[in-house]
Nanobody, 115 residues
Framework: QVELVESGGGLVQPGGSLRLSCAASRSLFSINAMGWYRQAPGKQRELVAQITTDSTTTYADSVKGRFTISRDNAKNTVYLQMNSLKPEDTAVYYC?????????WGQGTQVTVSP
């Protein structure tokens, strides 16, 4: 199995920045894709960003130009740099790993953007 440990959430003002980290228990080379999802109260979980083994990235339209997903293979860690944060970015952010045919989720970290 793959264990995912998230960190970096918190409270920021609109326009601020946060960097989320997700440490995996095994090599990212053994994982087909790593991604970040978010879920706000009363809403469905949605894909925010994804990076595959060949470094192909995918972003939700709502975060393009503001968020950047990256990885450090030596540390088995994936990051989500979030800039120009908006109140609508407020949600619990979850790290996700796809190791076909299995999927793994982190525990989630709260991001709150408020004046």
């Amino acid at each position: 199995q793959v264990e995912l440990v998230e960190s970096g959430g918190g409270l920021v003002q609109p326009g601020g920045s946060l960097r989320l980290s997700c440490a995996a228990s095994r090599s990212l080379f053994s994982i087909n894709a790593m991604g970040w999802y978010r879920q706000a109260p009363g809403k469905q979980r949605e894909l925010v960003a994804q990076i595959t083994t060949d470094s192909t990235t995918t972003y939700a339209d709502s975060v393009k130009g503001r968020f950047t997903i990256s990885r450090d293979n030596a540390k088995n860690t994936v990051y989500l740099q979030m800039n120009s944060l908006k109140p609508e970015d407020t949600a619990v952010y979850y790290c996700h790993a796809r190791q076909t045919p299995l999927n793994y989720w982190g525990q989630g970290t709260q991001v709150t953007v408020s004046p």
